[in-house]
């Protein structure tokens, strides 16, 4: 690697260490190489910038921001807790599985762990300690199943993935269903054996009249996936037509149905999305230029050096370990554009195939949000909770451990990815 290249990681690695956001440290550190190097353009700058953008695909990523911000705005929470409530509650520790089990519903509305965490973590959590559960469970529990939000679809990240690999997007959402759900019943195991040790209580079981009411005030909200899937599968929309309808489904339900949103709401909502919209876009922005000036130094053939040996057999963990690394320190969509161009020669001439490459690639990018320095959901758990992150910390070791076990077992037996597209594709 020539000098150039050795500044570009030590400039962002020393950015990381002062604490500079991600998406700035990328930024900054990608413009160093413009001025020691005679042959690269500053003009080059924007193009590139640009260039990671310049995506009709892109245009999904707010669009599925805005759903959940104005899902959470109707408060359609509360009312997947009481179908939930009705379906686990009154397991023992039936609170911390109604926390799971929102997760796995609120996944296939919103495509966001952090619009998960957030919206959902601020009315259970207060609830569950309230409850009697340890502060540092709760944090756990939150924050471990939040990010089922980007395994189940609709998954922002899967859409940034399927537009950086030309991967069809209904296959990557469909290939993600099974292992969204595995984690999910996985964490209920974990519930449930920490609720029998600690004698967690169970929530009173409903009346079926009580059951019936909570499915008929949650049934609208479970349209959101079937709209957004649905049309994708069948083939009647893209991803991004399926957004605009997912938002004009959501309002729809705010504004007239539940009556929970008014007109004056909207310019908050909006100004909301906004904001949490440019991070991501930015970030992928600036991973772009970043990634840019890997290709000049011949960094992935660097790469390819390294990895051109394994074994067939051996590949798919070996990028599954640099993933769950990655993960640690960057959010998984500047991770993807940095990584999927050097990883992409070596995936191609193994075979792999890319639905299978991808929802592992996801599923490994996606348990960063809960390992530090990073861990996004760890982060905004224990802010709503107001509890330290070592308390978090170490009650999500089994939900790591359960995340390790769903991926070496899509890893092994592909067609837990692989048989849901297979058959409706």
Not at 135 to 162: C, E, K, L
Request: charged fraction near 10%; proline fraction near 6%.
């Amino acid at each position: 690697m020539t000098l150039e290249g050795i500044l570009l990681f030590v400039v962002f690695a020393l950015l990381l260490c002062l604490r500079v956001p991600v998406a700035f440290a990328l930024l900054a550190s990608s413009i160093v190489p413009f001025f020691t190097e005679a042959r690269l353009e500053p003009w080059t700058i924007n193009q590139r910038l640009f260039f990671g953008v310049d995506s009709f695909v892109l245009l999904a990523v707010p669009l599925f921001i805005l759903t959940s911000n104005i899902m959470n705005e109707a408060q359609v929470t509360g009312r997947l807790m009481d179908l939930t409530q009705a379906m686990v509650g009154w397991i023992r520790g039936g609170l911390a599985m109604v926390n799971v089990a929102v997760s796995m519903i609120f996944a296939g509305v919103s495509g966001s762990s952090t619009a998960d965490t957030a919206g959902e973590g601020s009315i259970i959590i207060p609830q569950m300690m309230k409850r009697g559960y340890d502060r540092g469970f709760t944090v756990a529990v939150t924050a471990a199943s939040s990010v089922i939000g980007v395994i189940i679809p609709p998954s922002i990240p899967m859409i940034v993935w399927a537009s950086l690999n030309n991967t069809s997007i209904a296959a990557m959402f469909l290939g993600g269903v099974i292992p969204g759900i595995l984690v999910g019943l996985l964490q209920m195991g974990i519930v449930w054996v920490a609720a029998k040790r600690r004698n967690y209580p169970k929530e009173e079981r409903l009346s079926f009249p009580q059951v019936q009411r909570a499915f008929k005030d949650s049934m609208l909200a479970l349209g959101v996936p079937v709209v957004v899937i649905g049309g994708i599968v069948m083939g009647f929309v893209t991803a991004t037509e399926a957004a605009v309808l997912s938002v004009l489904y959501s309002l729809l339900l705010g504004t007239s149905v539940y009556r929970t949103i008014k007109l004056a709401d909207l310019p908050h909502i909006f100004k909301q999305t906004a904001e949490l919209a440019c991070l991501p876009l930015f970030a992928l922005a600036a991973a772009s230029l970043f990634g840019y000036v890997l290709s000049y130094f011949q960094v992935p053939n660097m790469l390819l050096e390294v990895v051109r040996d394994l074994p067939a057999h051996w590949l798919l963990p070996f990028i599954v370990f640099c993933w769950l690394v990655l993960g640690t320190f960057l959010d998984a969509l500047p991770a993807m554009v940095l990584m999927v161009p050097l990883f992409a020669p070596t995936v191609e001439a193994a075979g792999l195939d890319p639905v299978h490459y991808g929802v592992i690639s996801v599923v490994s990018l996606a348990v960063g949000l809960i390992t530090p320095p990073y861990g996004l959901c760890l982060l905004l758990a224990s802010a709503i909770a107001k509890a330290p992150i070592t308390e978090g910390v170490k009650e999500l070791v089994p939900f790591f451990f359960g995340f390790l076990v769903v991926i070496i077992l899509i890893i092994y037996f592909p067609q837990l990815i692989l048989w849901l597209p297979g058959l409706l594709l």
